[in-house]
Structure formats: C-alpha cells, structure tokens
C-alpha cells in the first residue's frame, strides 16, 4: 500500500493505494457515453494507481509527421494548434488516480489552467494544489477526454511502509 505526499509541506494527498502494473487502457473514449454523462469512466479505480510512462500533458510540441498525426498523448486526442498538430513534451512517470482519490487536492485561484466544456481538459498545465498552494497535479475531466487526475513526478512522492504487506 502506498500513500502520495506533497514534496514540498509533507501533506498526505491519497488514501491508502495499491499499484497497478500498467495504465488500464480505457474502453470507448470515442465511443458514445451513457445520456447525459460529462465524464468518461475513470482510467484508475478508486483505490488504485498507475504510473504512466509517456510524456503526459502541458507542453504540447508539433509533431515531426504532420501529415500522419497521432494523438497528443495516451488517451488523448488529436489537437492541432496554429502550429500543427501536437504532442505532449510534459513529464513522463506521472501518477495515474482516481480523481476522487485526491480529493485534498484543490483548483487553483480564478481555476487557472481549468479551462474545458464540462470540466478540465487537463492540456494547459497543472491545476490542481496542495493546500499549501504547490501546484503539483492535474485533473483531466472533460467530456472530450479521459478522467483521471495526474500527480507530479516531481512535486510529490509514494511512501510505502516497509512493513506492509499486501
Ligand atoms: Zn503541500
Ligand atoms: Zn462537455
């Protein structure tokens, strides 16, 4: 088991988690969703994480290849920009959660970088903090996109009690 922790104030972020060995793959992001929901089924359940190992979210690049595009991160979608189309340059090794598992999380002020349909579409980087104000997670849950939210490889860390066993 495992719990993430803001890097800079030490602040427990998660419950207790267990690893996944891979980013699920999620079924029908393109595919048409139950009436009325605004959200895509989560890639994590609630309990679990993964780490996913592509370059994920802000900045996005212009692909080399423009005229054979592919999506602009795992999960993702095409986008295109006055440049081109794009892909993400941002950090690989993020930490993949249920969005309800990082419920201590916050929006930023004015919900900065939160700009999407029905909720972020998580590509304008991170926006979410700590509630000591580090920017460290972004949560991706627009009606376009996945719903999953991203902790920074950096800005926290796991810690696992040596004598879990699980
Ligand atoms: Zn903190
Ligand atoms: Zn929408």
């Given at each position: 088991m495992t719990v993430f922790h803001c890097s800079r104030c030490?602040?427990?972020?998660?419950p207790d988690l267990t690893a996944l060995p891979t980013v699920p793959a999620v079924p029908g992001i393109d595919v048409a969703r139950p009436e009325g929901a605004r959200q895509a089924p989560p890639t994590?359940?609630?309990?679990?994480?993964?780490?996913e190992p592509e370059p994920w979210g802000a900045p996005f690049v212009p692909q080399e290849d423009q005229d054979n595009p592919v999506p602009s991160q795992p999960r993702g979608l095409l986008r295109a920009t006055l440049d081109g189309f794009v892909i993400s340059a941002g950090a690989r090794d993020t930490i993949v959660l249920h969005p309800d598992d990082g419920s201590v999380l916050q929006p930023l002020p004015c919900w900065e970088n939160s700009t999407g349909c029905c909720g972020p579409d998580g590509t304008e980087g991170p926006n979410r903090a700590c509630p000591c104000g580090a920017r460290i997670a972004t949560l991706a849950a627009d009606c376009s996109g996945p719903w999953e939210?991203?902790?920074?490889?950096?800005?926290?860390y796991a810690f696992t009690p040596p004598d879990a066993h699980r």
């Open positions: 030490g602040n427990a972020l998660t994590v359940p609630q309990g679990y994480y993964a780490i939210l991203h902790l920074d490889p950096v800005r926290t």
